[in-house]
């Protein structure tokens, strides 16, 4: 067993469930974070999402403190781990404080965005942390591993948000020719079979989001979280209109800002104007994965949680039937 697994397998070996939650922008917070960790899934959320930064010691705490609390009354079932994304971009002038503050609570997982650094990495490691970075290509696989991070989340197409465009079979058979460290997989997870999937084809973890948005801890609108029940593959369009970097979205937020989805224009931008009004990624544009067919009402994350493991199970008894 490589260095890296064995770390990662001390920190996750008690999941009942292979899935680590993706952190969402604007809408993860302690409240859906502790609530996934309490049924088992590693719960993450951004740093970013604490504002001011002031207030991510505070949500810090609470989420150690909670869990730790729930480990205390219910031994035979732990909690799992939970991660801190941060975006590790000369643009995010608030990295080094909110490391400092995952460093202070010895986050047990930091996933990290849109660039590797080794001091980011060196300081997760001085703690005992873990560090997973996401990657769209296997050329950005081998210069996160370069740089320090112990595993891999691989986003293939079809993920939610800023998502790649390869095929999963393709990008984890060529991150698994060098690498045999802790790998997710991203894109279009929503299910128990497709968490079975995820590892049939060689990854360790699913790495599961645009499902959790509609769940009753996420901090998404009631708007949004029916939109997502009420959609499909089919409504969502890849665009880098509105950050400048390609992502998924659902063509019902971006008809409802006032513009055609079927007639985009290519941009850098990161705000658009129209009317006067800002029209933003995220807070009126809202991202979503091609696996929310899945998604047919708001429930609990625990009640979601509970779904994909039975899912799961039954995946694996048609499995060894055949």
Request: proline share 5%; net charge negative.
């Amino acid at each position: 067993m490589s260095a890296q697994r064995s770390a990662f397998s001390a920190v996750l070996k008690d999941l009942p469930l292979p899935i680590i939650g993706a952190p969402l922008f604007i809408i993860s917070t302690p409240v859906l974070v502790i609530a996934q960790c309490k049924a088992g899934v590693v719960g993450s959320m951004p740093a970013l999402n604490a504002r001011p930064a002031s207030q991510l010691d505070d949500w810090l705490a609470e989420i150690t403190e909670t869990l730790a609390a729930h480990d205390a009354t219910n031994p035979q079932q732990p909690a799992a781990p939970f991660a801190i994304n941060q975006i590790v971009h000369k643009s995010n002038d608030r990295l080094d404080h909110d490391m400092a503050m995952c460093v202070k609570h010895k986050v047990p997982i930091v996933i990290t965005s849109l660039g590797a650094r080794t001091e980011i990495n060196d300081a997760a490691h001085s703690y005992g942390g873990v560090v997973l970075h996401d990657v769209i290509n296997n050329g950005f696989a081998r210069k996160a591993i370069e740089k320090g991070a112990d595993g891999l989340i691989a986003v293939a197409a079809g993920a939610g948000g800023h998502a790649g465009v390869k095929s999963p079979f393709a990008l984890i058979a060529e991150i698994r020719e060098w690498f045999d460290g802790p790998v997710a997989l991203s894109g279009a997870i929503a299910t128990g079979g497709a968490v079975l999937a995820a590892q049939a084809m060689g990854a360790d973890f699913a790495y599961i989001g645009s499902a959790f948005i509609a769940t009753d801890e996420a901090r998404a609108s009631e708007a949004y979280k029916q939109m997502i029940v009420a959609s499909s593959s089919d409504d969502i369009v890849y665009s880098n209109l509105f950050t400048g970097v390609h992502g998924n979205y659902l063509k019902g937020s971006i008809r409802n800002a006032g513009l055609d989805p079927e007639a985009l224009p290519t941009s850098n931008a990161s705000a658009m104007n129209f009317g006067g009004e800002s029209i933003k990624a995220w807070k009126d544009i809202w991202g979503s994965g091609q696996g929310i067919a899945a998604v047919r009402q708001v429930v609990p994350a625990r009640v979601l949680i509970a779904r994909l493991v039975a899912e799961y199970e039954q995946a694996l008894i048609r499995l060894t039937a055949r």
